[in-house]
């Protein structure tokens, strides 16, 4: 995928979820939603657009 990944995808009934994995000691640098940058989304679109493809069972 050329640099992009997908940490986390999870599949239940006929919802797909895609995830970020990340571990902090603290939230002195933010919570789980500021892992989520605005520059990281377009990434994890992009590799969820190459994903999807590649497992035809969701798209």
Do not use: C, N, Y
Request: glycine share 8%.
């Amino acid at each position: 995928m050329s640099g992009r990944r997908l940490d986390l995808v999870v599949a239940g009934d006929s919802t797909l979820m895609i995830g970020e994995v990340k571990w902090r000691r603290s939230e002195h640098f933010g919570g789980p939603a500021a892992v989520v940058t605005e520059t990281k989304q377009p990434r994890m679109r992009a590799a969820t657009a190459i994903w999807l493809p590649e497992h035809p069972e969701w798209s």
